[in-house]
């Protein structure tokens, strides 16, 4: 499973989604959605444009946790 690490990134770097908004011009709704990890299809657009924001790499936002239930 594909999961989004946004919200510690952000925590950590003390910025809120709407000031990552500001920064990535992308809309506070869908830096929201990415933020609570509701994202079904990852934009590569997006990513790339919260990396630069965050002056991070893709690892830094996103993680591959194993799913027990689907991996046997």
């Given at each position: 499973?594909?999961?989004?690490?946004?919200?510690?990134?952000?925590?950590?770097?003390?910025?809120?989604?709407?000031?990552?908004?500001?920064?990535?011009e992308v809309k506070f709704?869908?830096?929201d959605r990415y933020y609570?990890?509701?994202?079904?299809?990852?934009?590569?657009?997006?990513?790339?444009?919260?990396?630069?924001?965050?002056?991070?790499?893709?690892?830094?936002?996103?993680?591959?946790?194993?799913?027990?239930?689907?991996?046997?």
């Amino acid at each position: 499973m594909i999961r989004l690490t946004l919200a510690k990134c952000l925590d950590e770097r003390g910025i809120t989604r709407y000031e990552l908004a500001k920064r990535t011009e992308v809309k506070f709704q869908t830096i929201d959605r990415y933020y609570k990890n509701r994202v079904v299809r990852y934009d590569s657009y997006i990513l790339d444009r919260i990396c630069a924001a965050l002056d991070c790499s893709l690892s830094d936002i996103i993680e591959y946790v194993k799913d027990e239930k689907t991996h046997k």
